[in-house]
């Protein structure tokens, strides 16, 4: 082994199994819930799988995401603790920067699931349970995707706290994840919106 290699694996381990297993839950979850989603917009699928009931197909798709994130968290934290420590991540300033990213991270998950309800942060929209208006109020005041700025705050205090670098690695993955998820979420929830404007204006038409 090289003293470059050598180097590197005093800072991530990654003949760890628990590592490459971690980084594949991380990848996993978001695009197993759009894909779920996109068949349910497209075609109903757990709509009918429910009984023609849109919100009990919901709330499945809600109680696996949330199962899916628990698990994921799961693997993450056996990952995290048979990685290095960095010495460096062990000072005091840096375990209270770990603390203030939990509760930052942790405040913009738990309000933005308060101000959305379960089928409002669960995809909804996608069984056509549509909010009456979009949400302005915190956490949305300050970002426009609280959930997924929430969990990799989440990810990276988590990190911190237990002072390894590889932990570093994987929030990075968190944020480059949620970002490419942003790219195609985004786009198609604002259709399924202005869909539903056209729908509208169509409908005050035909009642004039």
Same mark, same amino acid.
Request: hydrophobic share 50%.
């Given at each position: 082994?090289?003293?470059?290699?050598?180097?590197?694996?005093?800072?991530?381990?990654?003949?760890?199994?628990?590592?490459?297993?971690?980084?594949?839950?991380? /990848?996993?979850?978001?695009?197993?819930?759009?894909?779920?989603?996109?068949?349910?917009?497209?075609?109903?699928?757990?709509?009918?799988?429910?009984?023609?009931?849109?919100?009990? +197909?919901?709330?499945?798709?809600?109680?696996?995401?949330?199962?899916?994130?628990?698990?994921?968290?799961?693997?993450?934290?056996?990952?995290?603790?048979?990685?290095?420590?960095?010495?460096?991540?062990?000072?005091?300033?840096?375990? /209270?920067?770990?603390?203030?990213?939990?509760?930052?991270?942790?405040?913009?998950?738990?309000?933005?699931?308060?101000?959305?309800?379960?089928?409002?942060?669960?995809? +909804?929209?996608?069984? +056509?349970?549509?909010?009456?208006?979009?949400?302005?109020?915190?956490?949305?005041?300050?970002?426009?995707?609280?959930?997924?700025?929430?969990?990799?705050?989440?990810?990276?205090?988590?990190?911190?706290?237990?002072? #390894?670098?590889?932990?570093?690695?994987?929030?990075?993955?968190?944020?480059?994840?949620?970002?490419?998820?942003?790219?195609?979420?985004?786009?198609?929830?604002?259709?399924?919106?202005?869909?539903?404007?056209?729908?509208?204006? #169509?409908?005050?038409?035909?009642?004039?």
């Amino acid at each position: 082994m090289s003293k470059f290699q050598a180097q590197a694996k005093e800072l991530v381990d990654f003949d760890q199994k628990t590592l490459a297993i971690s980084a594949l839950s991380i /990848a996993f979850n978001p695009i197993f819930w759009n894909i779920i989603a996109r068949q349910e917009y497209h075609r109903g699928t757990l709509t009918r799988a429910f009984g023609g009931n849109a919100k009990f +197909g919901c709330y499945f798709l809600a109680a696996t995401i949330f199962s899916l994130g628990l698990f994921r968290d799961m693997l993450y934290e056996r990952a995290l603790r048979h990685q290095p420590v960095h010495p460096l991540l062990e000072t005091l300033p840096v375990t /209270a920067l770990a603390y203030l990213l939990l509760a930052a991270g942790n405040t913009l998950v738990l309000s933005s699931m308060w101000a959305l309800g379960i089928t409002g942060t669960f995809l +909804g929209d996608y069984f +056509g349970i549509l909010m009456d208006a979009r949400v302005t109020s915190f956490p949305f005041n300050v970002t426009d995707a609280p959930m997924y700025v929430g969990s990799t705050l989440s990810f990276l205090g988590t990190a911190l706290l237990y002072a #390894r670098p590889a932990g570093i690695l994987l929030s990075a993955e968190v944020f480059l994840v949620y970002q490419v998820a942003l790219r195609f979420e985004d786009p198609f929830t604002a259709q399924i919106y202005e869909k539903r404007e056209v729908e509208r204006k #169509r409908g005050s038409k035909k009642a004039r």
